[in-house]
């Protein structure tokens, strides 16, 4: 049986997840505002991913047989003053959250609970590639600067992403 304290960080982490997803929409609600669609269709995936991600804690603790408890989530940051601006957002929520599964594996060490670390292991690595994402589009996004048709080309680009649950 999972510890108190493991199961709330659990949970917490779910609920930080789903808020991900709200931030992540937020983004794309500045794209589309800016008539950059398949900038705003890139957060609409990130978005389903995350809820992904929160859904994937949720059943886990079902698995566990521990109460999945829902918090309030609060409201995202919703002004931005470019698309830079959203992937430097992006990129800080990532490694915030990359912080709270290190702290959960942590956890779950100390419990010497074997089956959370397992469950954890995916995350840590989805959190290496979440990270390199995101640093990749800024380092394309600054090396394109004023450059509108590459921005143009770029974001056609971001708008064909799919998020594929089964990849």
């Not at 669609?37 to 389903?48: H, I, P, R, S, T």
């Not at 100390?110 to 979440?130: A, G, R």
């Amino acid at each position: 049986m999972l510890s108190t304290e493991l199961t709330a960080a659990l949970n917490k982490q779910m609920n930080e997840e789903f808020a991900a997803a709200h931030a992540y929409m937020a983004m794309a609600a500045y794209c589309a505002k800016e008539s950059y669609d398949g900038f705003a269709n890139f957060y609409e995936q990130q978005a389903a991913e995350e809820r992904f991600h929160g859904t994937k804690i949720y059943n886990y603790l079902n698995d566990r047989d521990q109460h999945a408890k829902f918090s309030e989530i609060p409201a995202p940051k919703t002004e931005f003053s470019s698309v830079l601006d959203t992937f430097e957002a992006g990129l800080a929520q990532e490694q915030q959250v990359t912080a709270n599964f290190y702290n959960l594996a942590e956890l779950a060490k100390n419990d010497k609970e074997f089956s959370t670390i397992s469950f954890l292991n995916w995350f840590l690595d989805e959190q290496v590639e979440e990270e390199a994402m995101f640093k990749k589009h800024i380092d394309y996004i600054r090396r394109i600067k004023d450059d509108a048709n590459a921005l143009y080309l770029y974001e056609k680009e971001l708008g064909k992403r799919n998020f594929n649950e089964e990849e």
